[in-house]
């Protein structure tokens, strides 16, 4: 943490923040499967006073709804990775980025024929097939609050439906080795990169889009729509992958539960980063009150 805050008090628009590891944590009932009660509290003053609340995060928009929901946060939002932009409290998607329809069948027919565990993403639903359904569907389940479409043929449902994700849950490295080959076949169309998540470990998570999409793009489209400059935005994240749209922030934070590597990042903004404490701490709000929210 620092110990000199900004010679003025911030002119903040806009706090952008990741859900995983800032929000959400891994205590049943204090702060899983929602935020803790004291920081949906905190959202909700924060947005109704006028500043700008985006949610930035790998979930799928249904599985943040009940945080937009609860916290009255009637903005845009960044979900599944950057691939929506959405304001769900006004029912309006503002952008979406698909995965190229003409190689979704194939990506998802030969993943799942390689018995790589696979889930796929539309808009407002996300599908798993049936001989794949076991412990992994329960964890994600559990994380997601929703459980998935079980289809007999996850491949064909890619027919005619608008993908924005796939995402693969590898139990080892030759799981995760089996998947980068068939993504590999076309990185030029799509990306895929590995995230964790605490409830799952040591289990990894494979996620799959356009390759287009990044959190860092969604950004800059969701501030567009809300007329606001990424330098008056402050975004926070707990992972290195979380820098990606933080680098354009005017002001960061993270918490004391983040990877090494970000907080590194986040000091070396000087007094225009802050480090909290953990997120069973409720450190978000250490964050924004640092910054004067």
Same mark, same amino acid.
């Given at each position: 943490m620092h110990d000199v805050r900004p010679e003025k008090k911030p002119q903040i628009g806009a706090v952008v923040l990741d859900v995983d590891g800032v929000l959400i944590g891994g205590l049943?009932?204090?702060?899983?499967?929602?935020?803790?009660?004291?920081?949906?509290?905190?959202?909700?003053r924060m947005h109704q006073q006028g500043t700008v609340v985006c949610l930035c995060t790998v979930r799928p928009t249904f599985a943040v709804l009940n945080i937009i929901e609860i916290a009255s946060?009637?903005?845009?939002?960044?979900?599944?990775s950057g691939a929506l932009i959405t304001n769900p409290l006004r029912n309006r998607t503002l952008a979406r980025q698909e995965i190229p329809p003409e190689i979704t069948v194939d990506i998802v027919s030969r993943l799942v024929g390689t018995q790589v565990y696979?889930?796929?993403?539309?808009?407002?639903?996300? /599908?798993? !097939?049936?001989?794949?359904?076991g412990r992994k569907t329960e964890v994600h389940t559990a994380i997601l609050g929703r459980p998935p479409t079980v289809v007999d043929a996850l491949g064909q449902?890619?027919?005619?439906r608008a993908i924005t994700k796939i995402m693969v849950i590898a139990k080892d490295a030759a799981a995760a080795a089996r998947a980068e080959l068939i993504v590999c076949e076309q990185q030029e169309r799509i990306a895929l990169?590995?995230?964790?998540?605490?409830?799952?470990?040591?289990?990894?998570?494979?996620?799959?889009?356009?390759?287009?999409?990044?959190?860092?793009?969604?950004?800059?489209?969701?501030?567009? /729509?809300? !007329?606001?400059?990424?330098a008056n935005t402050l975004g926070i994240g707990d992972s290195s992958s979380d820098w990606q749209f933080m680098a354009d922030c005017g002001y960061v934070g993270t918490l004391n539960n983040a990877t090494t590597e970000l907080k590194t990042k986040v000091n070396n903004k000087g007094n225009h980063g802050f480090i909290g404490r953990s997120i069973d701490d409720n450190g978000v709000i250490d964050v924004l009150k640092w910054y004067g929210l």
């Open positions: 049943a009932g204090v702060n899983s499967p929602a935020p803790h009660p004291q920081v949906m509290d905190y959202l909700r946060l009637d903005n845009a939002h960044i979900t599944d696979t889930e796929i993403y539309t808009e407002t639903d996300y /599908f798993v !097939q049936t001989n794949r359904v449902e890619c027919a005619g990169f590995w995230g964790s998540h605490p409830q799952s470990l040591p289990w990894r998570f494979g996620i799959i889009t356009a390759r287009t999409v990044s959190k860092r793009k969604g950004l800059a489209t969701a501030l567009a /729509f809300e !007329q606001v400059a990424p």
